[in-house]
């Protein structure tokens, strides 16, 4: 998926609280649920996919209020999104149903979710950088977005990265926003802040001249804000990745191996027309390669 496609992208609210059960069926998931695979095969005692099994459900570490990603709808009690859909898929093709229990996760505690067992799976638009392959293990991309810059409405002389050279500069705190500004313009300085609604009161308050993040996140943002301005195009491709335990080569490669048995049926791009799709107008986009 190119620049063109992330500038039309979807709605996205980063944080969670809480944790919630996937309740299974319900709406769209089931006709996609219909045409979900399920793995027959052998699978080696110990394994990731044998725990999962005996225990009878997936533990993914995400969100519940990213709408069009994962969202838990107040009325049925069910986990909507492409995020959320997939995990239930995930889930579906290892147990053989779309048992799921959704952990609160933020940037900063996906790793040691992981590293501890919390979770199975981080499923949250978790973007895969080699800082973090030091320490978790990707399967995917399943999907890709970038970083863009957001603004106060009617700030003045910000309309690409070189101009925040020398400007304060807000991001999430262990959020590829960092790097990118580093590499960007190396003289600006760097304010750091755990959430994005955290960053959003610092622009707000003028802590901070401009705010970079994941552009999912700031087209979400400013749809809900009236203050809040983009500028520009993406200028970095941030490819997301399903986070695994790092050193897991083999659950690594079987949801790999899913991912790609998604995209070539065609039902990547139907969770993507469930989700996404119902606000970012034109056919399916391929997904990415898997371990590009």
């Known amino acids: 998926m190119g620049r063109q496609f992330v500038a039309a992208l979807l709605l996205f609210v980063a944080g969670c609280s809480g944790g919630s059960e996937a309740v299974p069926g319900g709406g769209k998931i089931d006709a996609l649920l219909a045409k979900a695979p399920v ?13 999962i099994r005996k225990r009878g459900k997936l533990l993914i570490g995400g969100s519940q209020d990213a709408p069009l990603l994962s969202q838990l709808d107040p009325i049925s009690g069910e986990l909507t999104g492409f995020d959320a859909y997939l995990g239930k898929l995930l889930a579906h093709y290892i147990v053989g149903k779309p048992s799921a229990e959704l952990l609160s996760a933020t940037s900063e505690t996906r790793e040691p979710l992981l590293a501890n067992g919390t979770v199975d799976v981080i499923i949250q638009t978790y973007t895969i950088t080699p800082a973090r392959q030091e320490r978790v293990s990707f399967a995917g991309p399943y999907y890709q977005s970038g970083q863009s810059i957001a603004v106060r409405k009617g700030t003045t002389g910000i309309s690409a990265p070189a101009d925040l050279a ?19 313009a190396p003289t600006a300085k760097i304010v750091e802040f755990g959430s994005d609604p955290e960053c959003l009161t610092a622009l707000k308050q003028g802590r901070g001249e401009a705010y970079v993040q994941d552009q999912a996140i700031l087209v979400a943002d400013a749809s809900k804000d009236s203050e809040l301005q983009l500028v520009g195009e993406p200028f970095t491709e ?15 490669a079987f949801v790999n191996d899913w991912l790609r048995e998604l995209g070539k049926s065609g039902l990547w791009q139907e969770v993507w027309k469930q989700t996404i799709g119902t606000v970012v107008t034109g056919e399916a986009p391929a997904p990415p390669a898997i371990a590009s």
Do not use: L, M
């Not at 793995?39 to 725990?51: E, K, N």
């Not at 020398?166 to 960007?184: E, L, M, S």
């Not at 941030?238 to 690594?252: L, Q, V």
């Open 39 to 51: 793995h027959t095969g052998q699978v080696t005692p110990g394994s990731a996919v044998d725990r």
């Open 166 to 184: 020398g400007r304060t500069v807000i991001v999430g705190a262990n959020t590829p926003g960092v790097k990118a500004v580093q590499d960007a």
């Open 238 to 252: 941030d490819p997301y990745g399903i986070g695994i335990k790092h050193g897991d080569a083999e659950f690594t």
